[in-house]
């Protein structure tokens, strides 16, 4: 495994950044929602990762194309390993609907992709980990000053390990930052190519039923907000906003059926995630499923702004309520 450039994440956040410039700089925010008499599309793409619980728990309900086969439209589904590439897939008009973490949509707001936050998909406090092996030495973060560390850069652990550096005393020049996907944590960890990982729900829970890994910190201290949240095209769903809302109303039925029906659910999701259901098991059960947007969690995509600023990633500043549209939310019956 290659070792990183101290300073190659940022760079390759903005890197993406760049690329997210190039692909989305032809779209633009039109000022209303138009009438709900236009045309229907003739299929919708809903893009989603191992961690996007509720998209799979509805793809494995069939709510979605229970919800649009009525009107004849197609619903496809694409699998992405995390939440970067599937703005990169809004940038280029091949995702509609999606559930990603926090800082993926910050930057893409930046670069210009006109995507709109619609609702949450799950706050979940323990959803970013940091692990080290299960017979590891290092018994605090401080400990791992010099080290090999593996994250997905331009992922929520990304900002959270960061975060979780400075709060110990740390930056980045003090541990090595080695850039892998989630998928890849379990062996970088086992061959000892890296002492650490920080990760996100379900792969923290991975590496412990794996017994590869043990959490050292996890974000239920508070260095972070967890969350999860639903992102919509926005000129899609301004074209079609009926859809959008059916979309979201969709969703709520998968959160009201984790609600009462958390054990059944966590069989759904395993078969559709092909992960074990005891590693689904915490972010199922420990997860707040309501779908509103509240204040703490507008400000927790504050924060991710303002350190995306601070490290010189973010191009071009924005109000971040800009981000967040609820107007489809708001239309369901309470």
């Known amino acids: 495994m290659k070792m990183q450039n101290k300073k190659a ?16 700089c032809g779209s633009k925010e039109q000022a209303a929602v138009v009438d709900k008499g236009v045309e229907k599309p003739k299929e919708i793409h809903i893009a989603y990762q191992t961690s996007s619980t509720v998209i799979l728990l509805a793809k494995a309900l069939g709510i979605y194309e229970e919800e649009f086969a009525k009107d004849g439209i197609e619903v496809k589904y694409d699998l992405y390993l995390a939440g970067p590439p599937m703005i990169e897939a809004f940038a280029g008009g091949r995702a509609d609907f999606s559930a990603t ?95 650490a990982v920080a990760t996100w729900e379900p792969w923290s829970s991975v590496l412990e039923n794996a017994k590869a890994g043990k959490v050292l910190a996890d974000s239920s201290s508070g260095v972070k ?45 395993a078969k559709e995630s092909k992960l074990p259901a005891p590693v689904l098991a915490r972010i199922v059960k420990e997860t707040d499923w309501d779908a509103q947007i509240v204040p703490d969690d507008v ?9 995306l600023q601070e490290t010189k990633v973010l191009k071009k500043d ?13 239309q369901l019956p309470r």
């Open 9 to 24: 994440p940022l760079v390759l956040v903005a890197l993406f950044i760049m690329a997210l410039l190039a692909a989305g």
């Open 101 to 195: 973490g926090d800082m993926p949509p910050v930057s893409a707001r930046s670069a210009g992709v006109d995507i709109k936050i619609i609702s949450r998909a799950g706050y979940t406090p323990k959803g970013n980990a940091l692990l080290v092996r299960p017979d590891s030495p290092y018994k605090s973060v401080a400990d791992l000053k010099g080290k090999k560390i593996a994250v997905q850069f331009g992922s929520s652990a990304h900002h959270y390990l960061i975060l979780l550096l400075k709060q110990s005393g740390l930056n980045t020049s003090d541990v090595n930052l080695v850039g892998l996907p989630a998928p890849d944590h379990q062996a970088a960890l086992e061959s000892g190519n890296v002492e």
């Open 225 to 269: 907000r967890y969350l999860q949240v639903f992102l919509a095209r926005n000129d899609f769903a301004q074209q079609y906003p009926d859809i959008a809302v059916r979309f979201v109303k969709a969703n709520e039925k998968a959160l009201q059926f984790i609600k009462t029906n958390p054990d059944a659910a966590l069989e759904l999701i």
């Open 299 to 307: 400000a927790a995509f504050q924060q991710v702004k303002d350190f």
């Open 318 to 330: 924005y109000d971040i309520n800009e981000l967040f549209d609820d107007r489809y939310f708001k």
